[in-house]
């Protein structure tokens, strides 16, 4: 019965996302055939991003992906636990863990299995004279530890404006999502590969500036 509702959940939050925010999936998520495990990383400006990107993937990578989340905030009541575990399939961290690198092989174990959906930046940029917020290094022992897995830079365009801080219900305004060709973690030291991994955002972002859609 919890998958069946779970399903009918699913179904309801891409189409009413999808209809409020005016996103259209880009094909290169939409498309999906392989479902080996990625890490999907994007910027993070408002509290849907991971949803504007888990709508915009086929159901099969749906079930095969895992957005990494705040225990704190899905472990409570019960509506949110209940989407947690049976409809997003997050992977919940502790971010007050003492031992930061237990969150990394928790990464790392759930990528033997499926693919993950991060916020480098850690926080929501709220700040409009910042392009995009410093990468932790989370992202960098992540890929340090499992450099055989693809990275997926995806850039996350006007969510911020949809569901603003403050905001508890979308603001209907089209959303867009570009995504960069894959990656893999190439032996770079700390700095340098969290440059390259944010440079690979940003220029998606300087390419949505040339066509004047910010």
Not at 113 to 120: A, D, K, Q, R, Y
Not at 138 to 148: A, V, Y
Request: with cysteine.
């Amino acid at each position: 019965m919890k998958k069946i509702l779970a399903r009918m959940v699913d179904f309801i939050f891409c189409k009413i996302t999808i209809f409020i925010t005016g996103v259209r999936p880009p094909r290169e998520l939409r498309e999906i055939k392989d479902l080996t495990p990625k890490i999907y990383y994007a910027n993070h400006t408002s509290h849907g991003d991971f949803l504007l990107l888990f709508v915009s993937m086929p159901y099969a990578l749906r079930k095969r992906i895992r957005p990494v989340a705040a225990a704190d905030y899905w472990s409570k009541g019960k509506i949110r636990p209940f989407l947690a575990k049976n409809v997003f399939n997050m992977l919940l961290i502790d971010r007050n863990a003492k031992h930061p690198l237990q969150i990394i092989e928790q990464m790392s174990e759930a990528l033997k299995t499926h693919s993950l959906i991060i916020f480098p930046e850690g926080t929501r940029k709220t700040n409009d004279d910042l392009q995009i917020g410093s990468f932790k290094s989370g992202i960098f022992r992540l890929c340090e530890i499992n450099p055989q897995i693809p990275l997926v830079p995806v850039w996350i365009n006007n969510a911020r404006h949809g569901l603003p801080k403050g905001f508890f219900v979308p603001i209907p305004l089209i959303c867009e999502l570009r995504v960069a060709q894959e990656f893999k973690f190439g032996g770079e030291d700390r700095a340098e590969f969290l440059q390259k991994a944010q440079n690979a955002l940003l220029a998606m972002k300087d390419s949505v500036r040339k066509r004047g859609e910010v």
